[in-house]
């Protein structure tokens, strides 16, 4: 879960780039936590974070409607930008596990992050994303699909390998084996086809 939360705060810090600047993600019981910051010139952070979380809303009104169009069209023709999505699908991810991300502003108030369905994210046609590289030590694993089994690598990013046994995956990461390749985008993940481990496999 830590890395499905690590990969809402990156999306957010890079769809929000221009006014706001987050912390370091802090483990409570119970919980992830981040502070989050107005740049400097922004006076009434509240008031910002506010209209912040009410455009998200409103991105998520307009992919619920386009799913329900008998031809939906892509998030950027309904008015949704890349980078909003991209925030969108990570909370869909938070959501999946019945987590609930919130903000909870000076004043005391807690407002909660909208989530879309999935229903209005498959509509969607895909989206082409740039390809990642991988390189560091496996560091956790977690379920994926039909694919293959979801490894963590480094600082909590999470890739699908291709053809990986949830049994593998726990003895590369009891291994602590370093993991390098090229991950391309495929429909909800990215997925490592050709890894490269540092160590002989034991598996």
């Not at 455009?55 to 949704?80: I, M, Y």
Request: aromatic fraction near 6%.
């Amino acid at each position: 879960m830590l890395a499905s939360f690590k990969g809402l705060v990156d999306a957010m810090s890079e769809a929000t780039k221009a006014n706001f600047r987050f912390g370091k993600i802090c483990v409570t019981e119970g919980a992830y936590i981040v502070d989050v910051c107005c740049v400097a010139g922004l006076t009434n952070q509240d008031a910002e974070i506010v209209a912040l979380f009410e455009k998200f809303d409103q991105d998520v009104e307009r992919l619920e409607l386009n799913a329900g169009c008998e031809d939906p069209t892509s998030a950027s023709a309904c008015g949704v930008s890349s980078p909003s999505l991209d925030v969108l699908e990570a909370a869909l991810e938070m959501r999946r596990s019945d987590n609930v991300v919130s903000v909870v502003l000076d004043d005391g108030q807690e407002i909660e992050l909208a989530a879309p369905s999935q229903d209005a994210i498959t509509a969607l046609p895909p989206r082409e994303k740039k390809s990642r590289k991988v390189d560091g030590e496996i560091t956790g694993m977690g379920w994926g699909d039909e694919r293959g089994s979801r490894l963590e690598v480094g600082n909590g990013s999470m890739f699908l390998v291709s053809r990986l046994t949830l049994e593998e995956a726990y003895e590369l990461v009891r291994q602590k084996q370093h993991i390098s390749g090229v991950a391309t985008w495929d429909h909800d993940a990215y997925v490592l086809d050709k890894p490269v481990y540092e160590k002989e496999l034991g598996i």
